[in-house]
């Protein structure tokens, strides 16, 4: 079983900046992709961004320029940096780990989830 544990949310004027943190623990041998999704009130969850473990990196275009994701590979953690926050950001964001456990079996994980509100 893999665990994700998410920290940085919180509530920032527009302009502002967050950090958000993922860590990942469990019976874990790879982890391919992580990433961020994020789902707003009365919204599907959307993809935010995600890296694979060679750092190649995809985004969702709204936040294309403002939002730069990153992982450590040796410390099973992804990180998602937002820059130039703006209301529309506002959501309860999950992040997402798929590789192969311990016994050679996949997993696709989720976080609990993190709420970030962006004020006008």
């Known amino acids: 079983q893999v665990h994700l544990v998410e920290s940085g949310g919180g509530l920032v004027q527009a302009g502002g900046s967050l950090r958000l943190s993922c860590a990942a623990s469990g019976m874990i041998r790879r982890i391919n992709t992580m990433g961020w999704y994020r789902q707003a009130p009365g919204m599907q969850r959307e993809l935010v961004a995600d890296i694979t473990s060679g750092s190649d990196t995809n985004y969702e275009d709204s936040v294309k320029g403002r939002f730069t994701i990153s992982r450590d590979n040796a410390k099973n953690t992804v990180y998602l940096q937002m820059n130039n926050l703006i209301p529309e950001d506002t959501a309860v964001y999950y992040c997402?780990?798929?590789?192969?456990?311990?016994?050679?079996?996949?997993?696709?994980?989720w976080g609990q989830g993190t709420q970030v509100t962006v004020s006008s």
């Open positions: 997402n780990a798929r590789g192969i456990g311990f016994w050679g079996r996949e997993f696709d994980s």
